[in-house]
């Protein structure tokens, strides 16, 4: 059943989360941004594809990013699952590093700071408190054999 004891979050958690909600803003304006320009009003060109129904379908796509990046951090933060929380931010960290290797894509400093903190927040995900606060066990390293010499 659940659990009605009152857990604090451990501070590697409260970060991982703060880091990890960062890129959600961008990923929303973007979302109503390209379902905008693919029907109410088209641009011309287009800002990520080459037709206007590109432009939509880019809206929908980032518009159930959005939705499930909220969901990954709030599964996360209330300790039932970190592997969502985790597999979206490396999407997130994936897509910002090729909108910043790529020059048509807009500026690089949006993407750069959506990397660095897509980064830190995968890294924060898998620290010791992090895997405690999902009831999990760290993994821990393997003992090393004494040498013989």
């Known amino acids: 059943m659940y659990d009605d004891e009152e857990r604090e979050?451990?501070?590697q958690v409260v970060g991982a989360v703060a880091a990890g909600?960062?890129?959600l803003p961008f990923i929303g304006v973007?979302?109503?941004?390209?379902?905008?320009h693919g029907?109410?009003?088209?641009?011309?060109p287009p800002d990520v594809t080459r037709t206007h129904g590109g432009e939509f379908a880019a809206g929908?796509?980032?518009?159930?990013?959005?939705?499930?990046a909220t969901v990954a951090v709030l599964m996360f933060l209330n300790g039932t699952r970190r592997w969502p929380f985790v597999i979206m931010e490396l999407a997130i960290l994936g897509t910002a590093t090729a909108f910043?290797?790529?020059?048509?894509?807009?500026g690089p400093a949006i993407s750069?700071?959506?990397?660095?903190?897509?980064?830190?927040a995968v890294v924060l995900a898998f620290a010791p408190q992090s895997w405690h606060h999902v009831g999990r066990t760290p993994p821990?390293?393997?003992?090393?054999?004494?040498?013989?010499a």
Do not use: C, K
């Open 30 to 36: 973007y979302a109503i941004m390209f379902l905008i």
């Open 100 to 106: 910043f290797i790529d020059e048509t894509s807009g």
């Open 60 to 68: 929908l796509v980032a518009l159930a990013v959005f939705i499930l």
């Open 39 to 44: 029907s109410v009003h088209p641009v011309n």
């Open 112 to 120: 750069f700071l959506v990397m660095l903190t897509s980064f830190a």
């Open 9 to 11: 979050t451990p501070p």
């Open 140 to 148: 821990r390293l393997p003992a090393r054999a004494p040498s013989s």
């Open 21 to 23: 909600v960062a890129p």
